[in-house]
C-alpha cells in the first residue's frame, strides 16, 4: 500500500466514522467518544441511549458482504480489550448495558445498523479460529 493509498483510505475512513457519527445522533445517541485509542485496540464511536451504551465499529466497503467479513474475530476481540479499558477509564458508565455494533456504510446506500453484532464473552481475547466440533462416544 502506497503512502497516497493509506491516506485516501484513513480519509474514507474518518469520513465514514463522521457519518455514522451523525447517523447515530439522529437515531437518537448521544456520542461518548470518538476514534478511542489504547494500547491494546481502537473503538471507532461509543454512542450512548437511554442504558444502552453501544461501541461501535464502522465499516466503509464496496459492498455489504465485504464489510462484514472484514470484521475478524481477532478484530471483535482487540475492540472487546480496548471497550473494558474505556469502561475502566470511565466508572460513571460501567452499570450501563454495553453493547457491541457495527455501522456499515456502502457507496449510494444509507447505513446498515447491526445492532449487538457480537457479545463480549470471557475467552474472546483467548479465541484461536472456528470451534472445533468433537465427536463423543
Known amino acids: 500500500m502506497t503512502a497516497g493509498s493509506r491516506r485516501r483510505a484513513y480519509r474514507l475512513g474518518r469520513h465514514a466514522e463522521t457519518l455514522c457519527a451523525w447517523y447515530l445522533r439522529l ?3 448521544r456520542i461518548v467518544a470518538r476514534d478511542y485509542r489504547t ?6 464511536i461509543v454512542a450512548r441511549r437511554g442504558r444502552v451504551l453501544a461501541v461501535v ?3 466503509a466497503r464496496d459492498s455489504f458482504a465485504e ?3 472484514a470484521i475478524t474475530p481477532s478484530q471483535r476481540a482487540r475492540i472487546t480489550r480496548a471497550a473494558r479499558l474505556f ?8 452499570e450501563l448495558a454495553v453493547r457491541f455494533d457495527v455501522l456499515v456504510i456502502t457507496p449510494w446506500r444509507l447505513p446498515v445498523h447491526l445492532i449487538d453484532a457480537w457479545r463480549d ?3 474472546t481475547a483467548k479465541y484461536s479460529g472456528p470451534a472445533r466440533r468433537m465427536n463423543r462416544r
Do not use: N
Open 87 to 94: 469502561l475502566a477509564s470511565r466508572p460513571g458508565l460501567t
Open 67 to 69: 464489510a462484514v467479513e
Open 57 to 59: 465499529e464502522v465499516k
Open 27 to 29: 437515531c437518537g445517541y
Open 121 to 123: 464473552e470471557p475467552d
Open 39 to 44: 494500547p491494546v485496540g481502537e473503538i471507532d
